[in-house]
């Protein structure tokens, strides 16, 4: 079974800082998609970052970057330039691609973006 | 715009009552889940559908069932709500699998039980 860990329930960082999120994640398969999702006060669920197990780079966008080690099967998300609309809930997920789209989270990191 | 709609953001129901959660979706997805989300704890998967009338049990079915007669819809049911089910539900759907399912969420349901 696979198993994805937050091991920070809440983080702190201030305005145009830089912050790291941690995940750890356990699995035997070797095909799937790792994904960090953000959860704003209002609830819904945006993609932030998604990255492909069998691609070596480092995804990027914009203020956004992963650092996926599938060695050590890690997969951190680096926030820069930190703004307060960055303030929410972040999930990493696990998805095997042959699960059928089946996520599984990890606990949440509750981030909190001080002026 | 890509949308997944659930038909309430707040619910309070009494114990015993059987509650019907309701997710549409309009992206034409064959796959669609139900989660639970408790603080501490993430997200985890009651059930999910891949396709019309079909349906399987995720890792907390317990307490739940689902319908889904129409591709677009699926419902989350609790035949006799109990206070230990007060919790957010997010619907979700997604296409089958590939680089493109990723999964887009409903704005969530948070259901109490009193």
């Known amino acids: ?115 | 715009d890509v949308k997944v709609t659930q038909s309430s953001r707040y619910l309070v129901k009494r114990t015993g009552e059987k509650v019907f959660l309701e997710c549409v979706q309009d992206m034409d997805h064959e796959n669609m889940f139900w989660y639970r989300q408790d603080p501490g704890l993430g997200l985890r998967l009651i059930y999910f559908s891949y396709d019309v009338k079909m349906k399987e049990k995720g890792d907390i079915p317990e307490g739940y069932s689902v319908s889904r007669e129409k591709k677009e819809r699926f419902s989350l049911i609790l035949e006799s709500a109990s206070t230990n089910q007060t919790s957010m539900y997010l619907c979700a759907s997604s296409l089958l699998t590939g680089p493109e399912a990723e999964a887009f969420f409903g704005q969530g349901t948070r259901l109490t039980v009193v």
């Not at chain 1, 091991?7 to 070797?30: F, G, H």
């Not at chain 1, 930190?82 to 509750?110: H, R």
């Open chain 1, 1 to 115: 079974a696979q198993t994805v860990t937050q091991s920070q329930p809440e983080m702190s960082v201030q305005e145009a800082e830089t912050v790291t999120l941690s995940c750890t994640y356990d699995t035997s398969e070797n095909n799937y998609y790792l994904f960090w999702y953000k959860q704003p006060p209002s609830r819904q669920m945006i993609l932030v970052m998604r990255q492909e197990a069998y691609k070596q780079q480092n995804a990027t966008e914009n203020r956004f970057s992963v650092n996926f080690q599938k060695a050590a099967k890690s997969f951190s998300l680096k926030i820069s330039d930190s703004q307060l609309g960055d303030t929410a809930m972040y999930f990493c997920a696990f998805m095997a691609n042959n699960q059928g789209g089946k996520l599984i989270f990890g606990q949440g990191t509750e981030l909190s973006v001080k002026p």
